[in-house]
């Protein structure tokens, strides 16, 4: 094959290394091609940005000048499907939010209903709403800490992580029949029970994995020279920009806020149980870290008091407008199926009010603002997504910073972009 003459080679270089002009879409975003700088896309299909975010990126060298977050590839109006379904109808949906913590999302939607009309709940079933809620919390934080440490270039990591997610999906397919898509609470109460011997084995397993957090995540990774240099002071959010941008959650926490809805604002009994929350020093990327390793050893001990003390009696509100009656009453009485039928069609009638309900999930405050008009159906639902909160910091925190540091910025951060675009 014959080399090609060195004119036309010439040709193809300059027409491959010619500046590309600006097009309008630069120009309305602010972009000067006269600035020397480059434009570069990061995302929307980028394993790094843990879903579809794409940043746009205007650089100088390695520097990144300006960022520009842009979501919303997976917007699936979910407030509206919540006001056409229901609350009970809704609630699969919410299994698609923060998809890592599917069960923390149910618990969060049924206790904001509960809250429009102050429905209480028996205490065995707040109790169980907690356990599962912080087994979500540990499978989130696995997730996030191992895919933390495999963006960064630590896959033994990620590998033990998923090790122990895995006991924890047998334990919700155990629990709700479903490994990932639970939808385990209704409004008023849970679905099921706990089954034979369930909480033995949880109770087993969250006593061990402190332990196996130490062995195989701080081990390998807090002291590693390679992790803390590639992570300390970069990324760095300081307390009253965290609290500025409202942040919430590990995010807000790894810069030395301490604020936990759990603590702030308990529901669910939270008051009860002895637990701490880990907070930053330097609010950056290493902090965020920590905090997440520190909270899956305080989820272990959230879990142990409840089990230990966890009481009997019924799972659900002894209200039939609320509630499912009873199969066996279902079959011998009128008036239960007949309430059974309004139920399933119709859904759970609320008392007319409006609340504001935020739950301390995995990745931060996910607060459901809830308008009922004593129907099935709320008039309104709107929904709070701490990750789309958590990501408008990014133009702050990514502006001077190295592009090889994006990567390491963006797992810090924990986000999922279920549950920021909705």
């Given at each position: ?12 270089l300059?027409?491959?290394?010619a500046?590309v ?23 929307p ?15 100088d ?9 842009d979501?919303g ?5 979910m407030?509206?499907v919540?006001?056409v ?21 149910n ?42 440490a ?12 998923f090790r ?26 849970l ?5 034979p ?16 957090v ?7 990774l807090?002291?590693?020279p ?33 604020w ?27 902090d965020?870290?920590?905090?997440r ?74 607060g ?12 309104r639902m ?7 909160t ?6 702050y925190?990514?502006?001077d910073?190295m ?15 279920g549950?920021?675009?909705?």
């Amino acid at each position: 094959m014959t080399p090609p003459e060195s004119a036309a080679a010439e040709n193809v270089l300059e027409t491959r290394t010619a500046p590309v002009a600006a097009t309008p879409d630069m120009v309305s975003r602010g972009f000067d091609p006269a600035s020397g700088h480059m434009l570069l896309n990061m995302g929307p299909s980028h394993p790094s940005t843990h879903g579809v975010l794409r940043i746009l990126l205007e650089m100088d060298g390695e520097k990144i000048v300006r960022c520009e977050p842009d979501v919303g590839y997976l917007h699936r109006g979910m407030e509206k499907v919540a006001e056409v379904y229901g609350y009970n109808k809704f609630i699969p949906y919410t299994d698609r939010f923060d998809y890592l913590a599917p069960i923390s999302n149910n618990v969060a939607v049924a206790t904001a209903a509960e809250k429009v009309c102050g429905i209480e709940l028996p205490p065995r079933a707040k109790a169980l709403r907690v356990i599962a809620s912080e087994l979500g919390r540990i499978s989130a934080h696995l997730l996030g800490v191992g895919a933390f440490a495999m963006d960064i270039g630590a896959m033994s990591v990620f590998l033990y992580c998923f090790r122990e997610r895995e006991s924890i999906y047998n334990y919700m397919e155990a629990l709700t029949g479903a490994r990932f898509t639970v939808s385990w609470t209704r409004v008023g109460g849970l679905s099921r029970d706990v089954p034979p011997g369930w909480l033995d084995s949880v109770k087993r397993f969250v006593d061990g994995l402190p332990k196996r957090v130490e062995r195989d995540i701080e081990e390998l990774l807090t002291t590693n020279p390679i992790w803390v240099d590639r992570l300390s002071g970069v990324g760095v959010i300081p307390k009253d920009v965290a609290v500025g941008y409202g942040l919430t959650g590990p995010a807000l926490r790894g810069s030395g806020v301490e604020w936990d809805l759990r603590k702030e604002s308990p529901y669910l009994g939270y008051e009860q149980y002895d637990f701490d929350v880990p907070v930053g020093e330097h609010g950056d990327a290493y902090d965020r870290y920590l905090v997440r390793v520190e909270e899956l050893k305080q989820s272990c001990r959230i879990i142990l008091q409840a089990i230990a003390k966890l009481p009997d009696g019924p799972i659900d509100v002894q209200d039939h407008k609320l509630r499912l009656p009873q199969k066996r009453s279902v079959l011998t009485s009128m008036e239960e199926l007949i309430h059974q039928f309004m139920v399933v069609s119709e859904g759970p009638e609320l008392a007319t009010g409006e609340r504001y309900f935020g739950a301390e999930n995995p990745k931060g405050e996910l607060g459901f603002y809830v308008a009922s008009d004593g129907t099935g159906k709320p008039r309104r639902m709107r929904v709070r997504g701490p990750s789309f909160t958590n990501l408008s910091c990014l133009p702050y925190v990514l502006k001077d910073a190295m592009l090889a540091d994006v990567v390491a910025i963006l797992a810090s951060l924990d986000f999922v972009m279920g549950e920021c675009d909705r």
